[in-house]
T-cell receptor, first 113, second 112 residues
């Protein structure tokens, strides 16, 4: 489980500010994902990446930007944070796409005030 | 796209009883169905999974069954213990778009 780490774990920011959540994995997994978890909505996919330099939108991508210049890193940026983006964000990784186990990071609690 | 639904949203059982959590999915092309357990304040962790070529899988006190015709799968927990109290998420994976779609989760409470 220590193979995928997120930072910061807790963040409070103001509306309109840019925030970047970092995700790093040491397993060399091809696939990486960003989910947000909100009460009543479960886990919703924001963006995912099949490999370095390949990213694609998930269910709720608006207001977020991702990049994957290196296999091990998958940062998520909120370009101009809004209160509706207050959430718990989970980064995850998977060895390959064909239904392999997805491993989650510990989560980043973000509050936008 | 895939739609995964879980029912009920909360479930309370007496310690020692069995618990059954049901999920339905919409995409007949989905071929992998994991279950994740999330304890309060922790990350979701895989507890069991099943692929579309298998009807049932067991691991000690937990089992998962899959009915492809009806497009539903269920998690069965026997001899429940207080430490089984958590949120349980089902999910369905569709290879066509390489996405894992989660249900909204069910909160299981095991009463001592």
């Amino acid at each position: 489980d220590a193979g995928i780490t997120q930072s910061p774990r807790y963040k409070i920011t103001e509306t309109g500010r840019q925030v970047t959540l970092m995700c790093h994995q040491t397993w060399s997994h091809s696939y990486m994902f960003w989910y947000r978890q909100d009460l009543g909505h479960g886990l919703r996919l924001i963006y995912y990446s099949a490999a370095a330099d390949i990213t694609d939108k998930g269910e709720v991508p608006d207001g977020y930007v991702v990049s994957r210049s290196k296999t091990e890193n998958f940062p998520l940026t909120l370009e101009s944070a809004t209160r509706s983006q207050t959430s718990v964000y989970f980064c995850a990784s998977s060895e390959q796409s064909s239904g392999n186990t997805i491993y989650f990071g510990e989560g980043s609690w973000l509050t936008v005030v | 796209g895939e739609n995964v639904e879980q029912h009920p949203s909360t479930l309370s059982v007496q310690e020692g009883d069995s618990a059954v959590i049901k999920c339905t999915y919409s995409d007949s092309a989905s071929n992998y169905f994991p279950w994740y357990k999330q304890e309060l304040g922790k990350r979701p962790q895989l507890i069991i999974d099943i692929r579309s070529n298998v009807g049932e899988k067991k691991d000690q006190r937990i089992a998962v069954t899959l009915n492809k015709t009806a497009k539903h799968f269920s998690l069965h927990i026997t001899e429940t213990q207080p430490e089984d109290s958590a949120v349980y998420f089902c999910a369905a994976f569709t290879g066509a778009n390489s996405k894992l779609t989660f249900g909204k989760g069910i909160t299981l409470s095991v009463r001592p």
